[in-house]
C-alpha cells in the first residue's frame, strides 16, 4: 500500500461532461503529481503542486485544472469531456518538490468518456 | 515528450531465467528511477540511481547506470511469474524546472 489514495476508482460519463477525481497524498508528502496514462501515449505528466502552489506543469490541456488545498490533498477537474480523455489517471506524491525522491502512486481512477 | 526510451518494448522469458532491461536518455540527469506496474494498478518505485552512480543493488534487481551512453539497465535475476509486469524508467533531469518523465514500458512477460 503506497499510502497514496484516489477516488474514485471507476468513472464512466459522457462527452461534454465535467467530472471531479481526488487525490489524498501520502501522510507527510507535500508534492502531488498528476500523470495521464494511455494506451498509445503511455504516461503523461499534467501538473505539479507542492504545498498548495502549483511547482510545475506538464501536458495539460486548457480543459483541465488541478488544485491542492491546505489539507494537501488535491483535485484534478476535467471539463468538457472528449472521448479521447478516457485514459488512467493517478495521482502521486513525494516528499520534495523535485524529481530528487521516489514517488508514489495511487492506484488511479479510470474514466470512461461514452 | 518521453525523456526516457526503453528498450524492448516486450520481452517474454522463462521462469528462473534474468531479465535484462534498456532505458536510454537524452539529457543531463540528477537521477533515473526504475518503477514497475501490474496491470492496472499504480505504479510502485523499485529504485533511484543518482547519476554519481554507476550500480545499485537491490533484492534480485541490479541497476546500472552509464552517464556517458545516457543509458541504464534493470536486471532482475532468477525471475519468478510474480515479476509479470510492466517495468518504467523515469528520468529526473539537470534543468531548473525538471519533473520526472517516465519512458512508455517494457511489458515482461514470465512463463511459469
Known amino acids: 500500500d503506497s499510502g497514496v489514495t484516489q477516488t474514485p476508482k471507476h468513472l464512466i460519463t459522457a462527452t461534454g461532461q465535467r467530472v471531479t477525481l481526488r487525490c489524498s497524498p501520502r501522510s507527510g508528502d507535500l508534492s502531488v503529481y498528476w500523470y495521464q496514462q494511455s494506451l498509445d501515449q503511455g504516461l503523461q505528466f499534467l501538473i505539479q503542486y507542492y504545498n498548495g502552489e502549483e511547482r510545475a506543469k506538464g501536458n495539460i490541456l486548457e480543459r483541465f485544472s488541478a488544485q491542492q488545498f491546505p489539507d494537501l490533498h488535491s483535485e484534478l477537474n476535467l471539463s468538457s469531456l472528449e472521448l479521447g480523455d478516457s485514459a488512467l489517471y493517478f495521482c502521486?506524491?513525494?516528499?520534495?518538490?523535485?524529481?530528487?525522491?521516489?514517488?508514489?502512486f495511487g492506484n488511479g481512477t479510470r474514466l470512461t468518456v461514452t | 515528450s518521453q525523456q526516457g526510451e526503453e528498450d524492448p518494448q516486450a520481452l517474454s522469458i522463462q521462469e528462473g531465467e534474468n531479465a535484462t532491461m534498456n532505458c536510454s536518455y537524452k539529457t543531463s540527469i540528477n537521477n533515473l528511477q526504475w518503477y514497475r506496474q501490474n496491470s492496472g494498478r499504480g505504479l510502485v518505485h523499485l529504485i533511484l540511481i543518482r547519476s554519481n552512480e554507476r550500480e545499485k543493488h537491490s533484492g534480485r534487481l541490479r541497476v546500472t547506470l552509464d552517464t556517458s551512453k545516457k543509458s541504464s539497465s534493470l536486471l532482475i535475476t532468477a525471475s519468478r511469474a510474480a515479476d509479470t509486469a510492466s517495468y518504467f524508467c523515469?528520468?529526473?533531469?539537470?534543468?531548473?524546472?525538471?519533473?520526472?518523465?517516465f519512458g512508455k514500458g517494457i511489458t515482461l512477460s514470465v512463463r511459469p
Open positions: 523515469a528520468t529526473d533531469a539537470s534543468t531548473a524546472n525538471s519533473k520526472l518523465t
Open positions: 502521486a506524491s513525494s516528499a520534495g518538490d523535485r524529481g530528487r525522491s521516489p514517488l508514489h
